[in-house]
């Protein structure tokens, strides 16, 4: 077991995302670079114009998502995204907001190796055991960029979301 793998998954001391800095608001002429950095004002604004605009309007949905971090576990650099999502159910339910608490990880291509690859692949259903422990389905897939999972869990309201943020942080990867 690696000395990565036994640490307590702490998003304070996680190393960040390389391209951090870049997505913090460096100046930038790439175009397609700009509008990854849309400004959170912007997405506020929406919010402001509601009441602004001819007829009856409301909020349908909100994500929240916290900057992705890097974790090492079986010698492999993992980039965990977690996220909370709020949705009105329109049709059924319209007063009803489903709240899930979520979480990807991914990572470049496996080794080709057999070594590195089995622990890998015993890492990932580690993890998945560990967070279906706390409630959350998902499951692990590959992508043409490398191994990929979707885990989350739904919530009685957007005040159990802190909770979940926190289990989710003292989470062993």
């Not at 990932?124 to 490398?146: C, F, H, K, N, V």
Request: aromatic share 6%; net charge positive.
């Amino acid at each position: 077991m690696t000395r990565a793998m036994s640490q307590q998954y702490d998003f304070s001391q996680a190393r960040k995302n390389p391209y951090a800095r870049r997505l913090k608001g460096t100046k930038t002429n790439d175009p397609r670079q700009r509008s990854k950095n849309a400004r959170p004002e912007a997405l506020t604004a929406l919010l402001r114009l509601a009441s602004g605009l001819p007829g009856a309007w409301h909020t349908s949905a909100s994500n929240i998502a916290m900057q992705p971090v890097i974790v090492r576990g079986a010698e492999i650099d993992w980039h965990v995204h977690l996220h909370a999502y709020a949705v009105r159910s329109h049709l059924t339910h319209p007063r009803k907001v489903e709240v899930t608490v979520g979480l990807t990880i991914s990572a470049d291509p496996l080794p080709l190796r057999h070594a590195p690859r089995a622990r890998a692949k015993e890492w990932q259903l580690r993890i998945a055991d560990r967070l279906a422990a706390l409630g959350y389905g998902g499951s692990w897939g590959q992508s043409p960029d490398g191994p990929f999972a979707h885990f989350k869990k739904g919530l009685r309201s957007v005040s159990c979301v802190p909770a979940a943020i926190r289990r989710l942080q003292r989470v062993r990867f």
